[in-house]
């Protein structure tokens, strides 16, 4: 697929998903999926209490779950999603806090009134659609001096169909063990079963994907464009993916 029909093929896929799928992600969530996102949350929480009058700005923030939460937090946060897809953003106003701004935007065209704005800017399972050494260099160009970045990103060995079973196994099964030990209720079986459609998204968007970068080639790309690493947190969502946490030095 080449890079003009890849630009076309996502915001497409992104909002056909967003009007079909949106209740769907109000549905029962596959565990390794809830624990990922209490993790990105915590983390966005804790950099933001650095600041006054924190900006905070999701680079593909589909239709706005992680802002919205975050407003709900604190609301004295003030949150900005950016999305390629018209959809998403659609689904975000109309769903989400009216207190968030969302923008239809390109993650690696950044508008320029965003640019050195944001004290975090986080970039959640979108990293891996994009070009990394575009996109960091918008993603450091709306930070502010001092600002961070949380960014998700593909291990080089990601093995992709460890998630999708992982996944499987958390809607098929894991709702009714959680259901016999008590941890769940019907309504969760129930509704389970819709987190499918899910993953059959995922499964057209995984060929959109772009091949992961290793380590050594993302600690480049951030210092030449003034970040540093300050530390990361390993593991995640089914041991497919990591996050970086770094800090605009200049």
């Known amino acids: 697929m080449t890079s003009t029909q890849l630009e076309t093929a996502l915001p497409l896929l992104f909002s056909q998903y967003a009007y079909n799928g949106y209740y769907t992600s109000k549905s029962y969530q596959p565990k390794f999926?809830?624990?990922?996102?209490?993790?990105?949350?915590?983390?966005?929480?804790?950099?933001?209490?650095?600041?006054?009058?924190?900006?905070?700005?999701d680079v593909g923030c589909g239709t706005g779950t992680l802002l919205d939460k975050l407003k709900k937090q604190d609301e004295s946060l003030d949150c900005v999603g950016i999305d390629i897809a018209k959809g998403m953003i659609e689904i975000a106003k109309a769903t989400t806090h009216p207190g968030i701004t969302?923008?239809?935007?390109?993650?690696?065209?950044?508008?320029?009134?965003?640019?050195?704005?944001?004290?975090?800017?986080?970039?959640?399972?979108?990293?891996?659609?994009?070009?990394?050494?575009?996109?960091?260099?918008?993603?450091?160009?709306?930070?502010?001096?001092?600002?961070?970045?949380?960014?998700?990103?593909?291990?080089?060995?990601s093995n992709m169909n460890r998630l999708y079973a992982q996944g499987l196994f958390d809607v098929l099964v894991r709702p009714f063990i959680e259901f016999i030990q008590g941890d769940s209720t019907a309504s969760n079986i129930l509704q389970a079963h819709t987190s499918l459609s899910t993953f059959r998204y995922e499964m057209k968007v995984r060929k959109l994907m772009r091949d992961p970068i290793s380590k050594d080639a993302l600690v480049s790309i951030l210092a030449n464009n003034a970040l540093q690493i300050e530390r990361t947190v390993d593991a995640l969502y089914a041991n497919t993916r990591y996050l970086v946490l770094a800090k605009k030095k200049r």
Not at 103 to 108: G, L, Q, S, T
Not at 113 to 134: G, M, Q, T
Request: a negative charge.
């Open 33 to 57: 999926i809830r624990d990922f996102e209490q993790i990105i949350l915590g983390e966005i929480l804790a950099l933001s209490s650095n600041f006054y009058s924190p900006v905070i700005l």
């Open 102 to 157: 969302y923008i239809v935007a390109d993650a690696e065209d950044i508008p320029e009134d965003l640019h050195n704005s944001a004290h975090v800017v986080v970039c959640k399972n979108s990293f891996y659609f994009l070009n990394p050494e575009r996109a960091i260099e918008q993603f450091s160009k709306a930070l502010v001096l001092g600002g961070h970045l949380a960014l998700t990103v593909l291990y080089e060995d």
